[in-house]
Nanobody, 123 residues
Framework: QVQLVESGGGLVQAGGSLRLSCAAS????????MGWFRQTPGKEREFVAA????????YHADSVKGRFTIARDNAKNTVTLQRNSLKPEDTAVYYC????????????????WGQGTQVTVSS
């Protein structure tokens, strides 16, 4: 199986930028489709972005489209989420996730999860 560790969270002002990274270890990283999700207290974990094994196909939630960009580097076993024009409503714990069989936007389809990284956007 694969182990995932997120990094790059922190406090940022509205309008600013922040890049999240997820480092994978264990099985071959390029065997996994990857996703980013986020969660705020009292709410369900929601889809943010996903990317296919090769990096060719990318998907972003409507709420972040045009502001966030998912990317991966299979040589470095990392997936990133570049986030620009941040808004206070982007405040959440962000999770990296992996699955074996195809890109999916549903959190229930991901078998492997990181521990999450907190991002706080101040107004």
């Amino acid at each position: 199986q694969v182990q995932l560790v997120e990094s790059g969270g922190g406090l940022v002002q509205a309008g600013g930028s922040l890049r999240l990274s997820c480092a994978a270890s264990g099985r071959t990283f390029s065997n996994y489709d990857m996703g980013w999700f986020r969660q705020t207290p009292g709410k369900e974990r929601e889809f943010v972005a996903a990317i296919s094994k090769s990096g060719y196909r990318k998907y972003h939630a409507d709420s972040v489209k045009g502001r966030f960009t998912i990317a991966r580097d299979n040589a470095k076993n990392t997936v990133t989420l570049q986030r620009n024009s941040l808004k206070p409503e982007d405040t959440a714990v962000y999770y990296c996730a992996a699955r074996d069989y195809g890109v999916d936007l549903r959190r229930g389809q991901y078998a492997y999860w990181g521990q999450g990284t907190q991002v706080t956007v101040s107004s």
